[in-house]
């Protein structure tokens, strides 16, 4: 499969354009999702595509909404995406890499679970002893496990803007009180359970971030992506250590290369160099094969 940048599906209306994902309309109650092989890093779209990250992501956060249906139930339809296509070109930008799935309406937040002390949450921790505004014991090092995992959600931003922390009464604000307090705990249970199947396959998920829509009759819904590399924070088991921060398996690789280039951190972002490339599309494979059990074809 060619990398894809961006979808070009002109039988039907493209109603988004995300940082990574491309969606259609298909009728009153469905839309196509194409998960493209275009990477954001610091909230900049990058023009080097990933090969095969869409068709990754999506196969990843199938098996976890597959995993965790038990729990909410998602926004997976079942419908092959081939079927609304007629032309192959069209075609040929779907396979893996997308999904049909239920119109359903966004929240406004981010519900972000974190279970280990690391990246904002370990340099608020430094400066205050709290992480997103909650208090934490003591003494805690950088990847410390947390007493308890803990639910911070942030405000979702525009393409190029910055997601906002907000607390949980800011939170309720937005959703009302029951619904935020419904979020938090759903949340927390789904990352909870990743985790543990997670630790299985050799992989900690120090943190991660959910989004959630609802129908008409106010049933909450697991949407967009779950659990994957570029949703979460996944550190190979066999190399943490607390008191440093692990190598991931997600887009730190070319985090770290870019911080090294000099880059100032706005639009346009550089091209990546075809050996940084490589390796990342090589750690969304290992990613996907460690928690699968299988290798990715």
């Not at 109603?15 to 610091?42: C, P």
């Not at 597959?66 to 995406?81: C, D, F, R, S």
């Not at 410390?144 to 997601?163: C, M, N, Q, R």
Request: charged content about 25%; proline content about 7%.
């Amino acid at each position: 499969m060619q990398p894809l940048l961006k979808s070009h599906i002109p039988s039907l209306k493209l109603i988004n354009q995300g940082k990574v994902r491309d969606l259609y309309d298909v009728d009153e109650h469905t839309m196509l999702l194409v998960a493209t092989d275009r990477l954001s890093a610091f909230d900049v779209v990058l023009p080097t595509p990933i090969q095969d990250k869409g068709a990754i992501l999506t196969q990843i956060a199938n098996f976890w909404f597959q995993k965790l249906g038990h729990i909410v139930p998602n926004h997976l339809t079942g419908i092959a995406p081939e079927s609304l296509v007629r032309d192959e070109a069209e075609k040929a930008q779907l396979g893996k890499r997308a999904i049909v799935v239920k119109k359903l309406k966004p929240l406004p937040i981010e519900a972000i679970v974190r279970g280990y002390l690391a990246g904002s949450g370990w340099k608020e921790y430094r400066s205050s002893g709290t992480v997103c505004g909650i208090r934490l014991p003591s003494g805690l090092q950088e990847a410390s496990p947390l007493p308890e995992p803990i639910f911070t959600p942030s405000s979702k931003a525009e393409v190029g803007d910055h997601d906002i922390n907000i607390t949980l009464d800011q939170a309720a604000r937005l959703l009302g009180k029951d619904l935020a307090e419904k979020v938090a705990r759903v949340s927390i249970q789904l990352y909870r359970t990743a985790a543990e199947y997670a630790l299985t396959r050799g992989i900690i998920i120090a943190d991660t971030k959910f989004e959630f829509g609802l129908d008409e009759a106010g049933q909450l819904y697991l949407i967009d992506e779950v659990l994957t590399p570029d949703s979460s924070r996944f550190w190979p088991a066999n190399q943490y250590v607390v008191g440093r921060n692990p190598p991931s398996y997600d887009k730190q690789y070319v985090r770290d290369w870019l911080e090294a280039s000099g880059w100032n951190k706005t639009p346009p972002g550089p091209e990546l160099p075809v050996e940084v490339a490589e390796k990342t599309s090589e750690k969304y494979r290992e990613a996907y094969q460690k928690l699968t059990g299988t290798a990715f074809s």
